[in-house]
């Protein structure tokens, strides 16, 4: 006896995994985020030198040097330990924060797309309100005011992305609301929050995901700004941010591989990261 | 010391009080070197033909201690362009009696005198007095003043401009940042008399042989104003009339300011037409700046950060050396430091000498954690700090064998970053887990805990300028507070380092000094109120078409001698 085997029609999730899968610029965003994901959880497996450890007379020594392979810093610092290990910070504090604006945007976006009418008058006023605002400077403002520490960075960061996020979100959810499935689920007599959160939000994932690659691009850059200018980063610490701002006068010296490397690494995942949102946006375009 | 002319030296005696031919018998008998003599010497008023005579007299040659700045040849006209920093908030409507920081003495220099000139080989210069003296226990000091002097109205500075001036300063009322200073000179408000119009006299509390330090430029919110003068709160726009080479054209507290030739300067007339001063703060934009020429000078500059000025060929740097320095004081009365055993660990886990070799690239001296540096000759051989890791590990295993979290406060400026990163390193070492904030609001709320709302700090980093003498550094900062101690973040108080200091001020002569120095040196190392790693040179740079600008190691950029070819 034989049997026919049909194809299996993919689902568009599948397929969407399977676009991506394939995508020769995904992957190589993975591998730059997947690199400093490791670097920030476990840096003693890629260098085994202290980053804060200085030994003031081997100052600015070269790059391949007394077994320093990215040279050392003013203070005889190990450049190439401190870039490892420069990645903790901001690969935990640009994630969190990202996700939290995700979640609260996500929220504000749903709410103002499918309630609609005074909800959405007010939520779009004040969110309009909010976008008008340059980021860095009501970070800094706010980060005066509070304590400049992580929890307040990781609030801070996430409160303004949100407005922008839920922005997209409500375009989402406008083009969906009145569509068959919304209006069945309506009929049949679901609450708002499960037409909501069940019905309409797993039909927008896509441009959700999308935002949360491109919002996270920004909070890299957002982070690595507050710590160029003092925030939320001690003296001495290996961030990149930091590392930048300390050693940029030793530029004037033609001294370039304390402040260039990790200008270098931060780009990289700056980089790989929207490798990662321009497949993706490429695949859910389709 | 060659064929000593006694008849010589007598007749100069017949000069000089008490105090003065004690100074003279010192050096004959050579106790005193020649450097030290000078030093000494202006000090308590010998005239520099006097000390030139004397040293001739004693065998040497008549010398200067002055040196000669060389450069391009002095063309007229022209303005030269300094940068420096944005004056701070005290600073920021140059009130004479408010100025706090080196951005605001950058223009004190340009339009105010001194009665005395502290120079750099720390020997004291006439300016508007040209000669004091003592009275025979240096309880009293009196001022002659230069009668050429005059300000830029053109009216004379007298005796009674002067009295104005210093009881303005000394006054609690006035939040003068010169207070803890006079407090150190002994000098209470009623104590500054006119006896004529060219002669002050200063009756102090008690005996002070260094007072004319505390009138010098050293004291640089010092400048003498007119006696009309009564509100020096707008300063930078009240055209209130000065005596200096230059005198405010223009202000903007944002940008900086132009100041012109003073026509009626009393002195050499300056051959700058201008000095203007802008206001840039990012180090990395100065240098640009610097480089492509759009300034003359930099006021000042750190090492860390300013390397390609030091080993630049163009660059015309003017380094001297100074008794600038940073304190790292550790809380005594309670908190994390409280165990004296903790703090001295912290002062031996600290290598000096490294700091000065890389930290500073050998622009420092090694200090041993008190204001009694090798620059003054009333520190004799006084003890090293040891730096000895192994005994600091012992000391913090009696003192905390578990070691403690302490938050070190300070404020971001020069080398302090790398300073605090050191200490933190310092204190890992120890386990001590020392977490680093730098803020702006450093020295209204943790430096000295003022009150219930000013917590101070256990540990903290505070920066002095430099002053000639360490009279300011020993007083203020460490006296207990009912004794004076208003800037004690330390919350230091010793009877016997009280006692200690009383006798140092009040001696006169530099082996009383030296001795009461030595004991004043046991006392801050065993106790360890503070860590004093180094004293770093005062930098600046000019390019090589200016000359004749001179700094101070306070700060001061004199533009008076100075032209642009």
């Known amino acids: 006896m034989t049997s026919e085997t049909q194809p299996i029609a993919k689902t568009p999730s599948q397929e969407m995994r399977s676009q991506l899968l394939r995508s020769k610029t995904f992957l190589l965003g993975n591998l730059g985020v997947a690199f400093w994901a490791i670097c920030a959880i476990a840096p003693g497996l890629i260098v085994n030198r202290d980053p804060a450890e200085q030994n003031l007379i081997k100052k600015w020594t070269h790059p391949f040097t007394d077994g320093f392979v990215l040279g050392t810093d003013r203070s005889g610092r190990d450049v190439l330990s401190r870039a490892i290990y420069g990645a903790r910070e901001i690969m935990f504090i640009a994630p969190a924060a990202t996700i939290l604006g995700v979640v609260v945007g996500v929220m504000l976006g749903l709410m103002m797309g499918y309630l609609g009418r005074v909800v959405d008058d007010i939520l779009s006023r004040i969110i309009e309100a909010l976008i008008s605002l340059p980021v860095i400077l009501v970070a800094l403002l706010a980060l005066t005011v509070l304590d400049a520490g992580r929890a307040t960075i990781i609030g801070v960061i996430g409160f303004l992305f949100a407005p922008l996020i839920a922005r997209t979100v409500r375009a989402a959810v406008l083009a969906e609301r009145n569509l068959d499935y919304v209006r069945c689920a309506e009929l049949s007599g679901e609450n708002s929050l499960y037409v909501m959160f069940v019905e309409i939000l797993p039909n927008i994932f896509g441009p959700i995901i999308v935002e949360f690659t491109v919002r996270l691009g920004y909070a890299v850059f957002t982070m690595a700004g507050l710590s160029f200018i003092g925030f939320g980063t001690q003296p001495g610490s290996p961030d990149w941010g930091r590392t930048i701002f300390d050693e940029r006068t030793s530029l004037l010296s033609n001294v370039w591989w304390p402040s260039i490397i990790p200008a270098i690494a931060l780009a990289s995942l700056v980089v790989s990261i929207n490798l990662i949102a321009d497949a993706i946006q490429g695949v859910v375009d389709k | ?565």
């Open chain 2, 1 to 565: 010391m060659g064929k000593i002319n006694f008849r010589r030296i007598d007749a100069i005696r017949q000069t000089q009080g008490q105090i003065g031919n004690h100074v003279i018998d010192e050096f004959v008998s050579g106790r005193l070197s020649r450097r030290d003599f000078i030093r000494r010497g202006t000090i308590v008023g010998l005239s520099f033909p006097a000390i030139g005579a004397l040293i001739a007299a004693c065998g040497g040659s008549e010398t200067s201690t002055t040196a000669e700045t060389t450069g391009a040849a002095p063309v007229a006209g022209g303005t030269l362009i300094i940068a420096s920093g944005t004056p701070s908030a005290a600073s920021a409507n140059l009130d004479p009696v408010a100025i706090n920081d080196g951005n605001g003495i950058v223009f004190l220099a340009q339009y105010g005198q001194w009665l005395t000139l502290s120079q750099n080989d720390l020997t004291l210069a006439g300016s508007l007095a040209t000669e004091w003296v003592p009275n025979d226990d240096a309880s009293e000091w009196t001022f002659k003043l230069n009668p050429a002097a005059k300000y830029s109205d053109g009216s004379p500075v007298v005796a009674a401009d002067v009295v104005a001036t210093i009881e303005r300063l000394v006054n609690p009322d006035n939040a003068s940042n010169s207070l803890s200073a006079f407090q150190t000179g002994k000098l209470s408000p009623g104590g500054t008399i006119a006896v004529d119009d060219n002669t002050v006299m200063f009756k102090l509390d008690a005996p002070m042989g260094n007072f004319p330090y505390i009138v010098s430029s050293d004291n640089y919110n010092a400048i003498i104003l007119p006696a009309s003068v009564t509100d020096t709160t707008k300063f930078a726009t009240s055209n209130i009339p000065t005596s200096g080479p230059f005198m405010i054209e223009s202000y903007d507290a944002v940008k900086g300011a132009t100041m012109v030739r003073n026509p009626n300067y009393w002195g050499t007339a300056p051959l700058l037409d201008k000095v203007e001063v802008q206001f840039i703060d990012d180090l990395g934009a100065k240098v640009t700046a610097f480089q492509s020429g759009d300034i003359d000078v930099i006021a000042q500059f750190p090492v860390i950060g300013g390397e390609s000025l030091i080993n630049n060929p163009d660059v015309n740097l003017i380094e001297i050396p100074s008794t600038a320095h940073y304190q790292i004081h550790m809380r005594t009365s309670k908190g994390a430091f409280a165990d004296k055993r903790a703090r001295q660990a912290m002062s031996m886990a600290i290598d000096h000498q490294s700091m000065v070799d890389g930290l500073l690239q050998g622009k420092a001296q090694v200090a041993n954690d008190t204001p009694f540096f090798t620059m003054f000759p009333s520190s004799g051989s006084g003890p090293a700090r040891e730096f000895n890791l192994e005994k600091a590990k012992a000391l913090m295993a009696e003192a905390a064998p578990d070691g403690f979290d302490v938050t070190l406060y300070s404020w971001q400026t020069q080398e302090i970053p790398d300073l605090a990163v050191l200490v933190q390193n310092a204190g890992k070492e120890l386990g001590i887990n020392v977490k680093i904030e730098l803020r702006d609001d450093y020295y209204d709320s943790y430096w000295v805990s003022w009150d219930a709302n000013t917590p101070g700090s256990d540990l903290g980093i505070t920066d002095y300028g430099h002053r000639g003498v360490p009279d300011v550094f020993l007083n203020a900062p460490l006296l207990s507070v009912d004794k004076g101690g208003v800037w004690n973040a330390a919350e230091f108080a010793n009877a016997d380092y009280d006692a200690a200091v009383a006798t140092y001020t009040s001696s006169v002569d530099l082996q009383s000094q030296q001795a009461a120095a030595l004991k004043i040196q046991e006392i801050l190392q065993d106790e360890s109120p503070l860590m004093i790693p180094y004293n770093f040179n005062f930098m600046s740079a000019a390019q090589k078409n200016i000359s004749g600008v001179t700094n101070s190691g306070m700060g001061q950029v004199y533009a008076e001698n100075a032209s642009k070819s």
